[in-house]
């Protein structure tokens, strides 16, 4: 990120031992991050680390510091952080975004014009990847966020018929929608796409910070994501049992 970053000309500054000491407290660890951040004398703070009880205090320190925040994805505070964070950032006139990079690319912005609101629509996604799991979540919530975030981003209406995520296993990324009847009609290869998407995020988040554009990747659509995610998981385990 640090690289793609630079390549469009943006300063990075990297905070060092970002992570909570075994020896603090989280009052210490908040203010310590407040330090890091204004020091830094940066704009944007982007939090390159897998989620976990720390992510709503480095947000509300970057908060403090008067930082727009970009948090990797799955969303995975419950809706009462996720609602007072909001609630600070708004007072503050700071962006909260997510990292949903594949909604960006050409053709699911296609799909949210065309298909969008298409009762009867069935959407299935597969994201396998060959690697292991490095950070130690299930590959529903890591991989299967980027399948949830387009399905709700660009045809929210549609059912889902279909989540397949793991992980070492062939390289598959991809969703499709099929008709009422499971028909074929249209399917977007994620693993060919060369579209500098990252790029475009962080021209979407700076466009939003500096002009106040509408953007769509915020908490509120995290949340939906992370609900419907759970929901795909209960409705799962329900079939398992019947």
């Not at 609602?83 to 050409?106: D, G, N, P």
């Not at 959407?123 to 966020?145: A, C, E, Q, T, Y």
Request: charged share 25%; with cysteine.
């Amino acid at each position: 990120m640090r690289n793609i970053l630079a390549g469009e000309n943006r300063g990075v500054v990297l905070i060092e031992e970002s992570r909570r000491a075994n020896s603090e407290n989280p009052d210490s660890y908040r203010d310590r991050l407040l330090s890091a951040y204004k020091t830094s004398h940066t704009q944007i703070a982007w939090l390159c680390v897998p989620p976990g009880e720390h992510i709503p205090v480095m947000i509300q320190a970057a908060i403090e510091a008067g930082l727009h925040v970009i948090t990797e994805k799955p969303w995975m505070c419950n809706a009462e952080e996720t609602h007072q964070l909001q609630l600070l950032a708004k007072h503050r006139q700071l962006v909260l975004a997510i990292h949903y990079e594949y909604c960006l690319m050409h053709e699911a912005e296609s799909w949210r014009q065309k298909w969008n609101g298409g009762n009867g629509l069935r959407f299935g996604g597969r994201m396998k990847v060959n690697r292991s799991d490095h950070i130690g979540l299930p590959p529903l919530d890591n991989l299967g966020s980027h399948l949830f975030s387009i399905h709700e981003y660009c045809v929210s209406d549609s059912a889902i018929a279909e989540i397949d995520c793991g992980y070492q296993q062939p390289d598959e990324r991809r969703v499709w929608l099929e008709d009422g009847n499971g028909c074929a009609m249209t399917e977007i290869d994620l693993l060919a796409n060369k579209e500098p998407i990252i790029q475009r995020f962080v021209a979407r988040v700076e466009r939003a910070a500096s002009q106040g554009d509408d953007f769509p990747f915020g908490l509120p659509f995290a949340l939906r994501v992370a609900e419907r995610s759970e929901m795909w998981r209960r409705s799962n385990q329900a079939r398992a049992k019947a």
